[in-house]
Protein backbone atom coordinates (compact mmCIF):
# COMPACT_ATOMS: atom_id res chain seq x y z
CA UNK A 1 0.00 0.00 0.00
CA UNK A 2 1.54 3.53 -0.83
CA UNK A 3 0.04 6.86 0.72
CA UNK A 4 -2.27 7.67 -2.02
CA UNK A 5 -4.13 4.67 -0.93
CA UNK A 6 -4.42 5.86 2.64
CA UNK A 7 -7.11 7.71 3.76
CA UNK A 8 -6.35 11.81 4.74
CA UNK A 9 -7.31 10.62 8.27
CA UNK A 10 -4.99 7.58 8.46
CA UNK A 11 -1.92 10.11 7.23
CA UNK A 12 -2.38 12.14 9.77
CA UNK A 13 -2.51 9.68 12.83
CA UNK A 14 0.77 8.51 11.24
CA UNK A 15 2.25 11.54 10.81
CA UNK A 16 1.12 12.96 14.18
CA UNK A 17 2.69 9.74 16.33
CA UNK A 18 5.54 9.89 14.65
CA UNK A 19 6.18 13.40 15.35
CA UNK A 20 5.59 13.51 18.84
CA UNK A 21 8.20 11.15 19.30
CA UNK A 22 10.72 12.56 17.31
CA UNK A 23 11.52 15.50 19.68
CA UNK A 24 10.19 14.18 23.06
CA UNK A 25 11.59 10.76 24.31
CA UNK A 26 8.34 10.26 26.74
CA UNK A 27 6.01 7.78 25.40
CA UNK A 28 3.17 8.94 23.28
CA UNK A 29 -0.07 8.76 24.77
CA UNK A 30 -3.52 8.66 23.89
CA UNK A 31 -3.77 12.23 25.78
CA UNK A 32 -1.04 13.43 23.45
CA UNK A 33 -1.80 12.23 20.12
CA UNK A 34 -5.75 13.62 20.89
CA UNK A 35 -4.17 16.86 21.28
CA UNK A 36 -1.70 17.01 18.49
CA UNK A 37 -5.03 15.99 16.13
CA UNK A 38 -6.72 18.71 18.27
CA UNK A 39 -9.63 15.88 18.75
CA UNK A 40 -11.38 14.16 21.53
CA UNK A 41 -9.71 11.71 23.40
CA UNK A 42 -12.33 9.17 22.56
CA UNK A 43 -12.06 10.18 18.98
CA UNK A 44 -8.18 9.64 19.15
CA UNK A 45 -8.82 5.88 20.54
CA UNK A 46 -11.12 4.85 17.84
CA UNK A 47 -8.91 6.00 15.44
CA UNK A 48 -5.88 4.26 17.03
CA UNK A 49 -8.16 1.22 17.13
CA UNK A 50 -8.39 1.21 13.33
CA UNK A 51 -4.46 1.51 12.88
CA UNK A 52 -3.84 -1.34 15.42
CA UNK A 53 -6.46 -3.09 13.27
CA UNK A 54 -4.31 -2.18 10.30
CA UNK A 55 -1.16 -2.92 11.22
CA UNK A 56 0.40 -0.18 11.59
CA UNK A 57 -0.25 0.60 15.14
CA UNK A 58 0.14 -1.07 18.61
CA UNK A 59 -1.53 -0.11 21.94
CA UNK A 60 -2.02 -2.05 24.73
CA UNK A 61 -4.90 -0.62 26.99
CA UNK A 62 -3.67 2.21 28.92
CA UNK A 63 -0.19 1.76 27.19
CA UNK A 64 2.03 3.85 24.64
CA UNK A 65 1.31 3.85 21.64
CA UNK A 66 4.38 2.74 18.84
CA UNK A 67 4.22 2.05 15.16
CA UNK A 68 4.88 -0.78 13.98
CA UNK A 69 7.35 -1.16 10.78
CA UNK A 70 4.87 -0.61 8.33
CA UNK A 71 3.26 2.37 10.30
CA UNK A 72 6.59 4.15 10.41
CA UNK A 73 7.53 3.41 6.63
CA UNK A 74 4.35 5.49 5.51
CA UNK A 75 4.47 8.27 8.66
CA UNK A 76 8.36 8.62 7.60
CA UNK A 77 6.73 9.04 4.00
CA UNK A 78 4.29 11.46 5.37
CA UNK A 79 6.92 13.35 6.99
CA UNK A 80 8.86 13.64 4.29
CA UNK A 81 5.83 15.13 2.05
CA UNK A 82 5.14 17.85 5.00
CA UNK A 83 8.33 19.24 5.04
CA UNK A 84 9.39 18.80 1.31
CA UNK A 85 6.25 21.62 1.01
CA UNK A 86 7.02 23.63 3.07
CA UNK A 87 10.27 23.49 2.11
CA UNK A 88 9.02 24.45 -1.35
CA UNK A 89 6.45 26.99 -0.18
CA UNK A 90 9.47 28.95 1.55
CA UNK A 91 12.31 28.62 -0.93
CA UNK A 92 9.94 29.06 -4.62
CA UNK A 93 7.38 30.58 -3.12
CA UNK A 94 8.31 32.96 -0.75
CA UNK A 95 6.22 31.87 2.13
CA UNK A 96 7.05 32.98 5.39
CA UNK A 97 7.72 30.15 7.76
CA UNK A 98 4.90 31.60 9.99
CA UNK A 99 3.19 30.50 7.49
CA UNK A 100 4.19 27.05 5.18
CA UNK A 101 2.92 24.88 8.04
CA UNK A 102 -1.21 25.02 7.35
CA UNK A 103 -0.75 25.23 3.25
CA UNK A 104 1.61 22.18 3.54
CA UNK A 105 -0.87 20.46 5.78
CA UNK A 106 -3.41 20.24 3.23
CA UNK A 107 -1.42 19.96 -0.11
CA UNK A 108 0.17 16.92 1.45
CA UNK A 109 -2.99 14.64 0.87
CA UNK A 110 -3.46 15.82 -2.58
CA UNK A 111 0.26 15.50 -4.46
CA UNK A 112 1.72 12.32 -5.34
CA UNK A 113 4.50 10.46 -4.88
CA UNK A 114 6.19 11.80 -8.16
CA UNK A 115 5.43 15.17 -7.21
CA UNK A 116 6.97 15.29 -4.24
CA UNK A 117 10.08 13.38 -5.93
CA UNK A 118 10.11 16.57 -8.85
CA UNK A 119 9.97 18.92 -5.65
CA UNK A 120 12.66 17.28 -3.94
CA UNK A 121 14.93 17.38 -7.23
CA UNK A 122 13.75 20.98 -8.35
CA UNK A 123 15.16 22.35 -4.51
CA UNK A 124 18.42 19.99 -4.82
CA UNK A 125 17.64 17.72 -2.09
CA UNK A 126 17.38 19.65 0.87
CA UNK A 127 17.86 18.48 4.27
CA UNK A 128 15.95 20.46 6.36
CA UNK A 129 12.82 22.55 6.28
CA UNK A 130 12.63 25.88 7.11
CA UNK A 131 12.23 25.44 10.83
CA UNK A 132 15.16 23.11 10.77
CA UNK A 133 13.42 19.85 10.59
CA UNK A 134 15.29 17.03 8.95
CA UNK A 135 13.75 15.99 5.69
CA UNK A 136 13.62 11.71 5.72
CA UNK A 137 16.08 10.56 5.51
CA UNK A 138 18.46 13.07 6.91
CA UNK A 139 19.37 12.77 10.37
CA UNK A 140 19.14 15.13 13.33
CA UNK A 141 22.12 15.26 15.47
CA UNK A 142 21.34 13.44 18.25
CA UNK A 143 22.79 15.35 20.98
CA UNK A 144 20.47 18.45 20.36
CA UNK A 145 18.32 20.16 22.91
CA UNK A 146 15.65 22.17 24.07
CA UNK A 147 17.20 25.89 24.86
CA UNK A 148 15.20 25.25 28.45
CA UNK A 149 17.74 22.76 29.13
CA UNK A 150 20.74 24.05 27.68
CA UNK A 151 23.75 25.04 30.31
CA UNK A 152 23.74 28.47 31.47
CA UNK A 153 26.04 30.62 29.87
CA UNK A 154 27.26 27.92 27.19
CA UNK A 155 27.25 29.20 23.27
CA UNK A 156 24.76 26.86 21.16
CA UNK A 157 23.67 27.24 17.39
CA UNK A 158 20.09 26.27 16.71
CA UNK A 159 18.82 23.10 14.60
CA UNK A 160 15.38 23.44 15.10
CA UNK A 161 12.33 25.76 15.83
CA UNK A 162 9.00 24.40 16.95
CA UNK A 163 6.37 25.25 14.11
CA UNK A 164 3.37 24.86 16.38
CA UNK A 165 2.79 28.22 16.51
CA UNK A 166 2.53 31.26 13.88
CA UNK A 167 3.04 33.96 16.18
CA UNK A 168 5.85 32.26 18.31
CA UNK A 169 7.55 31.82 14.92
CA UNK A 170 7.11 35.78 13.81
CA UNK A 171 8.59 36.28 17.40
CA UNK A 172 11.31 34.14 16.87
CA UNK A 173 12.15 35.18 13.69
CA UNK A 174 12.20 39.29 14.79
CA UNK A 175 14.68 38.22 17.35
CA UNK A 176 16.84 36.65 14.67
CA UNK A 177 16.52 32.87 16.53
CA UNK A 178 16.29 30.54 13.43
CA UNK A 179 18.00 27.99 11.95
CA UNK A 180 22.15 27.67 12.38
CA UNK A 181 21.58 31.43 14.27
CA UNK A 182 24.25 31.29 17.68
CA UNK A 183 22.47 32.14 20.86
CA UNK A 184 23.48 31.85 24.32
CA UNK A 185 21.55 31.59 27.77
CA UNK A 186 22.89 34.69 28.56
CA UNK A 187 22.17 36.76 25.95
CA UNK A 188 19.06 38.79 26.24
CA UNK A 189 16.27 36.52 24.57
CA UNK A 190 13.51 37.97 26.20
CA UNK A 191 12.36 34.07 26.11
CA UNK A 192 9.92 31.98 29.07
CA UNK A 193 9.88 28.76 29.53
CA UNK A 194 7.81 27.52 26.74
CA UNK A 195 9.52 30.05 24.15
CA UNK A 196 12.74 28.07 25.06
CA UNK A 197 10.99 24.95 25.00
CA UNK A 198 10.22 24.89 21.42
CA UNK A 199 14.10 25.70 20.41
CA UNK A 200 16.65 23.06 19.76
CA UNK A 201 20.31 23.27 19.95
CA UNK A 202 23.78 22.21 19.78
CA UNK A 203 27.09 23.07 21.63
CA UNK A 204 29.24 25.34 18.84
Same mark, same amino acid.
Given at each position: ? !? +?????????????????????? *????????????????????? $?????????? %????????????????????????? #? &??????????????????? &??????????? /?? !? %??? #?? !????? &???????? $????????????? #???? %???????????? /?????? #??????????????????????? +???????????? *??
Amino acid at each position: M !D +LGQLSPATQDYLKAIWSLGEWD *PTAVTMTALAARLQVRTSTAS $DGVRKLVEQG %FVKHAPYGAITLTETGVAHAVGMVR #R &HRLLETYLAVELGYGWDEV &HEEAESLEHAV /SD !D %FID #RI !DARLG &HPTRDPHG $DPIPPASVPPYAV #RLSD %FPVGQVGIVVRV /SDSSPE #RLQKFAAAGIVPDAVVTTTSPLT +LDDEDAAAIWVI *PQ
